[in-house]
């Protein structure tokens, strides 16, 4: 009797209020399934609070083609050596989240997205102080790109854990602070730099991003009980086709993401002619059409196709858009492929997560498996700015190989993807996934 007992105790699903009535939401429902809240002021109040997260975490890596200009300008460096700054800062932000996703799970999250936060904060300050090249490195690249990645993954985690038949939406919505914030940097260093200089337009764009994370550490709420138990990596995970063959998907798209990003306003400036503000016009555009691109992607991706269907379309467009960059020639052109280009970025930036979310059935998993792929996919961003430049560099300053290179490992990526649909449902084109 009193085994029985017990037994029903331990099968009986744990129980945590999450708004302000008396009523409390399980975390699974008596099948056993995932169930929760989907909905509530403060479900709702961690997309906030995530989304100002991606507002420093992406926003500022997104603005460094302002900083790739300058230092090329001003220090007389190749373009190739300036993308390491960037490259680092990318790769370190993805490459922690396998740490940061397992403190996440183990009930860390708050810890992690403070000191993060603080440490990002800190590398942007003294930025501000650098005059040389390995001391803008260490502090942009290096201390920024810790604190970055050791927040970011923790935030996603938590935010994932409150949806599910929501999530995509939730995720993309969230996602716009990357958008969001890749305009304030880049115009708050861009457009001071003539007025204050640049240490004090750094210094301007760093008392921004502490006021904006620390608005989001008093929002942000973890939901889920900590995971202690557990190894860092669920080696398990690369056995399943489907996660395996989207990892893939993932490096190649982030191999090639972060090309334009850098290198946009560089092309303005050198290939079509733009002045130096004149060129940052197109960060800021390609970055504002990326704010209803990620909503509009996350709507369709949750209600009509499906996350990973819809990566796998943004991969494609992406890689076309990629490809008609090189018929850019002229002024008026270059505007309109910022536009379009801001609404392929966005589409992919905005689904990925959504769609990562959806191969992952255990929610207490869910950091350790992100930051498995965001690990990995560092890698890529590492490696995938230098590269660039390294092409346009023995090119003799022609983008041509470079945006032939782009768009191929987009369609790299969409190749994977849709490898991994296939191992999911087979060739079932109607099929919803």
């Known amino acids: 009797m009193v085994a029985d007992e017990e037994k ?19 975390y699974h429902d008596a099948d056993g399934n995932f169930n929760p809240p989907d909905r509530g002021l403060l479900a709702w109040s961690q997309v906030l609070a995530t989304l100002l997260i991606n507002a420093m975490c992406w926003g500022y890596p997104s603005a460094f083609g302002v900083y790739q200009l300058y230092y090329v300008e001003t220090l007389n ?39 993060g936060c ?25 201390c920024t790109g810790l604190g970055l990645g050791i927040a970011f ?28 914030g890749s305009i304030i940097f880049p115009s708050i260093v861009q457009y001071l730099i003539p007025k204050v200089g640049f240490p ?79 060129a940052v016009n197109m960060i800021l555009i390609a970055n504002a059409l990326g704010i209803p691109a990620r909503v509009v992607v996350g709507y369709l991706a949750d209600n009509v196709l499906g996350p990973i269907n819809m990566y796998l379309i943004a991969l494609c467009y992406f890689g076309t858009i990629t490809y008609v960059w090189m018929t850019i020639r002229t002024r008026v052109a270059m505007y309109i492929f910022s536009v379009f280009y801001g609404l392929a970025v966005g589409a992919t930036q905005g689904v990925y997560v959504g769609a990562l979310a959806s191969l992952t059935s255990d929610p ?37 190989w470079a945006q032939v290179w782009g768009g191929t490992l987009a369609f790299g990526a969409a190749l994977a993807v849709f490898a991994s649909r296939t191992a999911a449902v087979g060739l079932k084109f109607k099929a919803r996934l």
């Open 8 to 26: 029903a105790v331990r099968s009986a699903p744990v129980e945590r209020t999450i708004s302000n009535t008396d009523a409390p939401v399980p």
């Open 77 to 115: 460096l190749p373009s190739s050596q300036v993308s390491w700054i960037g490259s680092i800062q990318i790769f370190l932000t993805f490459g922690i989240c396998t740490v940061s996703g397992r403190l996440s799970d183990a009930g860390y999250t708050r810890h992690c997205v403070v000191g």
């Open 118 to 142: 603080g440490l990002a904060v800190l590398g942007t300050f003294m930025v501000s102080l650098a005059t040389k090249y390995w001391q803008i490195f260490l502090a942009q690249g290096v």
């Open 153 to 180: 993954m923790p935030a996603i985690t938590t935010l994932s854990s409150y949806f599910k038949k929501n999530r995509a939406f939730a995720l993309a919505i969230a996602a716009t602070g990357t958008s969001v």
């Open 200 to 278: 004090w337009a750094v210094r301007c764009a760093a008392f921004v991003a502490l006021f904006i994370v620390g608005i989001a550490n008093l929002l942000l709420k973890p939901y889920l009980p900590p995971r202690k138990a557990g190894p860092l990596v669920e080696w398990g995970a690369f056995k399943e086709r489907t996660y395996a063959l989207f990892t893939l998907g993932a490096f190649c798209n982030f191999y090639t993401l972060y090309f334009g990003f850098f290198y946009i306003n560089s092309y303005a400036r050198t290939v079509i002619g733009f002045s130096s503000q004149e």
């Open 364 to 400: 207490q998993k869910m950091g350790t498996r992100f930051g498995m792929v965001s690990t990995l996919s560092g890698f890529a961003t590492l490696a995938g700015p230098p590269t660039v430049g390294a092409i346009i560099d023995q090119s003799g300053g022609d983008y041509k």
